[in-house]
């Protein structure tokens, strides 16, 4: 059932559970996102990027998920736009059928971040349509984002509460130190979890966590046992979802593990029979890899049995 973001993330947020935000860029992706939710039994973001919009055509992103969600009625789904840099990008969003939009101005300086924010829930809400936005800056690469670790600052709690209160935005993205990308660290993990608290406490709303992927062990070994390198790569520990979810995070988004989930599966094949051409063959198992990983993701975060 395709349903508008704040209705998923107010119920997460008034009963403490994390919801994942899982991209995708064509069926085999969508379709293990909703195999997964169906197995936990949990609701669902489903996001494209702005990249991921060209790459699929705005008309046939709606549409499957249009489709998956009358295939899965029970399940409530939101389609979310995810880093939209304009507020023309957004209202393209909400009038192809988005029922969530981000508006990412955060590299604006204070004022005109909350401006430009500002302007997309006026236009939004008019449709019923959730709107997040960030404050501070994360590190690493998101398609067209980039940004240098000397320009990622993070989030100020009394910012935050201002910026919330003035724009009237549904959830809000604080920059606690995790990054785009799969080399979220230096050294050992470190989340800032005290100025998350404070952050939640100041504006009360669904939180949420960008560059949220693990990089779990395994699918790291499975990685590298199809021939791939992603070399020194360091993810979020669940430890710390975990955490952060205690402290206030609602929406939890996921796009680099499953990238790397699905690609090893296809490499497997790929290198063991240099004659296969048949897509399903290589598709259908990286579809359950995927499906796994996201699954096992809904249980760490807690939104499993939550429909």
């Excluded at 690469?141 to 201002?162: F, G, H, R, T």
């Excluded at 051409?277 to 290589?282: A, G, H, Q, S």
Aim: glycine share 8%.
């Amino acid at each position: 059932m395709l349903v508008f973001g704040q209705e998923i993330l107010n119920k997460a947020n008034k009963e403490g559970y994390g919801v994942g935000a899982f991209n995708f860029v064509n069926f085999e992706m969508l379709n293990a996102i909703f195999v997964a939710a169906n197995k936990a039994k949990s609701p669902i973001f489903v996001q494209a990027s702005e990249g991921a919009i060209k790459y699929m055509g705005i008309d046939m992103a709606v549409g499957m998920v249009k489709t998956m969600a009358k295939r899965y009625p029970h399940i409530p789904v939101a389609l979310h736009l995810d880093h939209g840099t304009s507020f023309s990008s957004c209202k393209s969003a909400v009038e192809a059928g988005f029922t969530s939009v981000m508006i990412d101005a955060s590299h604006h300086p204070f004022h005109e971040n909350l401006e430009e924010s500002a302007k997309v829930v006026e236009m939004a809400h008019k449709e019923g349509v959730g709107v997040e936005a960030e404050l501070g800056r994360l590190m690493g690469i998101e398609d067209n984002i980039s940004v240098d670790e000397k320009d990622a600052v993070l989030v100020n709690p009394k910012e935050a509460e201002q910026f919330v209160k003035e724009t009237k935005i549904d959830y809000l993205a604080p920059a606690i130190g995790t990054s785009h990308g799969a080399f979220k660290f230096k050294g050992e993990p470190k989340l800032d979890f005290e100025r998350l608290k404070l952050v939640k406490e100041l504006t009360k709303i669904p939180l949420v966590l960008h560059g949220a992927s693990a990089i779990p062990d395994y699918v790291r070994a499975s990685f590298s046992e199809s021939g791939g390198d992603i070399g020194s790569s360091k993810g979020v520990p669940f430890s710390f979802l975990q955490e952060a979810v205690k402290g206030g995070i609602n929406k939890v988004n996921t796009d680099t593990d499953l990238r790397i989930a699905f690609i090893a599966e296809v490499r497997k094949l790929a290198n063991k029979d240099k004659s296969q051409f048949d897509l399903r063959k290589f598709f259908a198992p990286a579809m359950e890899a995927m499906s796994n990983v996201i699954a096992e993701r809904m249980e760490v975060l807690g939104s499993a049995n939550r429909i």
